[in-house]
């Protein structure tokens, strides 16, 4: 399970015994920072658990709000990690309060752990039965939250009825079936769950199957079970986040069945359509808008080529002494491949413009380096509103889109001419996805067994449920 | 409010609007390194706050457990900072786990701190009645705690009515008013409450009085108040920690109208009258044993002298690469000051022996040295029991007191004798405090208005109240 | 001045006074960590400066080896960086301590900065000649070095006759003048000296020239200034290293008139029209080999795609607590982008295969991930032979070229097929460079002024100079 | 070797062989955080080393300047430490950059390795005489340094003949003859050397005996030599540091027969006799005046208390947030022992004061607590001059003795009076030392062999050599 973020990273692990023994790593940062290696060897003990990297959208940034949450309860302690934004989070921690609970933080994975410590019945002897409490937390909050749960020696991975934020499940081949490892013994056999299924390679897993929108699945020794499936409101679409295929993801992840990359691709293609252009080369800028400038290239059949190389050495976090560097500003993030393009007319692809304040200085570098005109082709629509569901996209008012400078953006940046996707090509492009006829192997693991719908709240305003202000 | 532990600190500060922002500090390991400059400076904006530095007795040692506890409640955020350790907290937690509260760390603070939210009534148009929940606490659990209590512009400062941990209250008095600073206008002036009162002095605060068992004083800008007193059981004396003169407070703070310092040296009196010694001079293991030795310097007629002198750079963390380093053991840690007791014999006082492993090459140095002889007198009864209130004292069998070696401890160490101070003549010498007639400043506030009553169940294995197992 | 190395950095400033003071920075790491901020406020006083980042070929990696050298000679001091390593630093270093002279480190650049302090007249009153010095040492050492000499005001750029090692000067741009900078007043104009020239744009300064082989500039106050061209041997070709373009610079630096990309592009194509493939796509090995795939893929009118992502969140440090994970070594480092090459024959392009232990993972990923055939193309000829002149190559023993296994190095890579770029191919691909027609602004300076020729030692064994073993 | 210094640390190792290994470990800070345990092992294959630590006198304060020397001379390398400050440093600067070399740093260290390698003849094929050249260097620079010289399985040490600083021979005791050690193999035996004989116990080492002044002592597996000993101009007395007893070496150190303790035990029995006073009690300003106070009050007849606690968790180095806490100044590092000199008249022992910003505060924050009057009592003379051999002492604007201020002392520092110790009292103190008749088994070891003579420089202006300006 994660967050995919970079602000702090967390693992609990089961031994599995009864009552068992849980082990918890927290530390801020990306993983290689958080943990010590001399720390990871203290979890070896377990041969279940569960983890989560934070990228910060509700609560203060501090190590208190990393995940997973660990709480005892009167059955013992249970483990959560969550992924998203629970819409109705202000009147629910209402409801834990009234009951008389104490919230130590602003998350919600700790209001989702105490959710779930609260539902009776209340007595020691009992049996807990954590299906049905995960069942009354989903009954009390439609969306948006991947989950996993561990308790002992179960892990329930859950996603909420809209299938709002991705879960993937992977399985984990022994090393000796694997090609691409050296010989070895470490014949590991399980499974993994992860927001993207592009962690499953790191580790020598291969991707099985997405957790459908509203599946309680149980992964134990025993295997994967789904337990359940809670259904949507009559008439509701599925609602998965179309900013994860434009930006978020990593182009190699799997999500409905398509890979991103090729989903990216599509839409340069779809743009090309859209939006053709008069123009000699066709260029990205690095690296994440690269799959959209070669769909777009191909579609529009002028040559792609690099205009742009990345200074691997300038940090972002430097502290720049000197005003003069401070001016420079991104013009010093790349050097300019002049040969390509001096005397040229360039067709820049980027995947989205957020504030615009990268985009122009680039544009003046070409400029300055010889391109005769830098025509700007953005591969997704103007995002205008806000998201509440887990994505921390800028205020409405720092958006370029919502600003007045963006009627005449081409000006604003410098361009020759900007043109975005539209929201219908979007869609079109995410949806067209078809396998490609030789892959055998993944085929059937990757058709998605619901009726696809997508969230593009933050391009249209509509929100998949209604907000609680 | 301090544990007075180099484990972990955090401070939380109020603003003191309605409703409050409160700001959080914590990090691991002593004051001056959990936190940064940079750090404190967020805390400038807020005229009251709480802190406390963490010495672990119960709960694992992790930034998790780290004090205060802040929690949002239906009445809005309190904070918590506890010193010690409830005798009954296995069945507290069972209270809260039953009404359905997770309970996230293993620390009595998070307990305290929920079963404050708990208490009803919980209608949020309520007024939150603090005090009342705080006395509901001090009904649930007799021992030991000194607490501090948060809430928007009122802090709570409570001592269980044994008065096991200690608690008083010092007043910031204007730089300009105290000669020992210079010049300034940082013209401060209010209330602080603290563990020890020899804080005081390093902020320019003066020792106003302690909190008396029982007692819950308010303290907010209209000054201190106390708001009740509540009873111990019928005929039950207060327990404060002995081990608190014996051991663990610093030398010039003042408990009960007397200075721990002086205690300590009629602690070494009064070991002079119960085992005097034929010896040449009188000496101390530096540092904490020196104002016994002084003290049985003086009632034996003996003459003071050193005979070691601290290796200040020989940390105690270093790792030893080399077996040669490691069996010199604690020898690297002194130079004998061999001119002051080559030839003689040697009274060695020592404040207490736990665990023996620091004595014994000590006497051997000295030997080794020259000293003729070497009779160890101890400065406090031998420790037998464990405490559960609050001190981390070794388990029972750790306890050089509890083993066979004890039956000749004077071999096992190598000592010429070895003798303890007894359980009565600590408490006489505890007792015995009378105050300097001449200090006329602080003799008003030092009297204690109560009956004092200590805890000695380390020494006698009496406990002050039933333990629950 | 710089090694282009990530091993240690180091800053001197002079204020140009008489007597100068010196600044002196120096730090383990990249730049970035090896100086904090507040140590780069410290140079702020000095108005020209060299610097250095070190590249560990010979000396150990310690911080005494850290450039510049700064000595004090009897006419003051001077710092000296340094590019390169000294065919006969052996002799050199016996001679400068046969007159008496301790040298402290291993490095070459002591050893120059020795020889420079040592060359005759001896007198204090005498006026220091430092350019009868510098021709001195040109005198008696044939190769490789790039050098920057500080002293007082003046700073001299010095290449070899043989201009093994580059050096090129750029023009510090007014920011008024830059379109690419933000308003501002960081007017400073001046003169930078850089291995490499991709280094200009970063500081907002333009390409003005490369520094000849031989020649001895002198930049000050007055500009940039030739003081001596010291010729080679009559009938030797200068001997640039030809493994600069092949991997070691950055693809937007120019040497000799040629952006470094566009030779790579031409190796590309260079490569298709030696090892022609019969496939369906071709692709590279991210990102140095890039340019060479897009030239292979344009000359063989194949499609390019691309079939692997980086991971960027696997650090090259991260110490593996587990043998699954380091078992799956490389392949950890990269997603497979499936449904680019999933069922296709694929021409993967590499840029040099020094050990092998890289592409064979890369190959099993790919067949693994249903790529039917892969073809592995290099772009360069194999290396075969060390580098006395500053590159860090493997030994001998351990460059795949020289082991058995290179005889079928298709089957032990696991590839479809391998096939390397000739020698000849290389030198026609560096030389066959022409300006683009319309890049007017910065034609004439690309243009070298001298007749070029390369170091092909690594891939052919024949040396530039005798070495001296 | 030690300057005894927290600034840098440095440690050289041989394994003895031909031509030798060295290993060299540098840092900056204490040694403890100077090294990491993993860098140590890297010392274990040495069975000979010399180490250094730093405290600048001359030179800026950054590794470069950290010791020992390591240089490869035409007969192989050496190492050098060095302690002391040569008084003609500056022109031995101009000789040997006269003869071409540069001088990379400023410190005396680079400069004595320099002479050393400097020394004719220079051929490769003679052996190099490293005493004559050890005796050479002392014939060009009459003071101070002690030095030792490490050259492939022999270690020189060396004083001057002054014998200004202090260096002491050590014998490993195998760890089996110890009786302060446990059980163990750790039975190495061998020597050591080392500025204060303190070290020897921290290492299982005994005293043996002081290197002479103008000693050259070779220390090989053979044991310990005399070479030679260079004497003094005739009628000159040695000027062995009077400082190093008054304030700066360790009190278990021995010095020409004499511990240092006892010295400023007999400092404060002479300064009773000198500055009696009419008081109630005698005290200390811990740690370092405690032995002249325990020597004034034995010599007065007035009881020894305690009036001030160190509050060890106040940092030097702890940035104050906060204009209240850095106008309370030096008063929070202390607890006033209230009870021990409430009402009374106190004699306070100081060893010196240098800039009287100290003893102010604490004079104040006695007075405060009760005290009816602070008599200062200065167990040293009045510093009025600058040191020029080795002791970082202020510049004579800042030392108090030549301040106006110091006409009336004591009303500037807020004292009832303030009394020094006279040069003559010192001398007298140093000098009277006569052993433990008891202690038959270093007696021998202690007895100086050469006429004793002090520097007294700081305290009288008198230097033992003609200073070059």
Known sequence: MTDRGQESAGIVTSNGASPPTYTTLKGMGLVNSAFQPEDLLKLRHGNLGIGHTRYSTTGISELQNCQPFVVDTLHGKIAVAHNGELVNAASLRKKVMRHGVGLSTSSDSELITQLLALTPPMEEKDTPDWVARIKNLMSETPTSYSLLVMYTDVI????????????????????????TAGAGDGDTEGWVVSSESCSFQSIGARYYREVEPGEIVQISKHGVKTLSVVPRPEGDLPAFCIFE?????????????KMV???????????AVEAPTDADVVSTVPESATPAALGYAQQAGLPYVEVLCKNRYVGRTFIQPNTRLRQLGVAKKFGALTDNFAGKRVVLIDDSIVRGNTISPIIKLLKEAGATEVHIRVASPPIRFPCYMGINIPTKEELIAN????????GYIGASSVRYLSVEGLVAAVQGGILTEKDQRIDSNRKPSWRVGHCTACLTGKYPVELEW
Chains 1, 2, 3, 4 share one sequence.
Do not use: W
């Not at 990359?261 to 743009?271: A, M």
């Open 156 to 179: 329930y991975a859950v996603r909420d009825p809209y299938g709002n934020r991705p879960l993937s499940i992977g399985r984990l081949v022994p090393i000796s079936k694997l090609h």
């Open 245 to 257: 295929y434009v930006y978020f993801a990593r182009p190699d992840s799997i999500f409905e069945g």
């Open 261 to 271: 990359y090729s989903v990216r691709q599509r839409c340069g293609r779809q743009l």
């Open 403 to 410: 600003k007045p400078e963006f009627q005449d953006i081409a």
